[in-house]
């Protein structure tokens, strides 16, 4: 699966998979060590893949969905499942978006025109953007995740999950996301959560927040 598609598929077998990263381990680098980057994707996102599969494979037909469907309305999951699904798939959910917009430095580009034009609507400017989704990630107690989102109406939104909930499950469409969950940065930066957040700034994929930003506004249209 190509880290553009937001869509994760189980295949025949009924198992969801990892995504593809879209760069080697070490391109984020300096911002995100090399380390911290294999043990994210192949340790901790692995798992949470596994324990979904696990999971999934006493409802098999829910398989015929994807994770993201599935996160839409939880209580449409079994009972026995429903916290699994939350947490595994989840956990799937949001590193999968979280890996497709990060990049190299070299690489991170900028806003579309139809992307930043709503940003600046929203936010006023793109640095009172970034200002108030530092805070807000900085700001999330414990394990969770700092969101910019698209609701129902077409505006942006910036909102805060505690560990592996999405968005998804309230309505909105996440196009951009910072994991905060001590894992994605405590063995280069500890105790520093705010020094990670300002720094993954410098290495966001733009061009794949832009595209799923255009995914969420003409999928609201039809
Ligand atoms: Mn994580």
Redesign the pocket.
Known sequence: MSTATFNNVANEKGEYSLPTLGFSYDALEPVIDTQTVEI?YSK??QTYVNNLNAAIAKHPELAKQSIEELLVDLNKVPDDIRTAVRNHGG?HA??SL?WSVLTSKEKSGSPSKDLLTAIEKQYVSFDGFKDQLSKLSIGTFGSGWGWLTVKPNGELCLESTSNQDSPISKGNTPILVI?V?E??YYLKYQNKRPDYVQAIFSIINWENVSLRYDQAIKSLKN
């Open positions: 994210h901790h996102h956990g949001n590193h979280y994991d969950w894992h994605a």
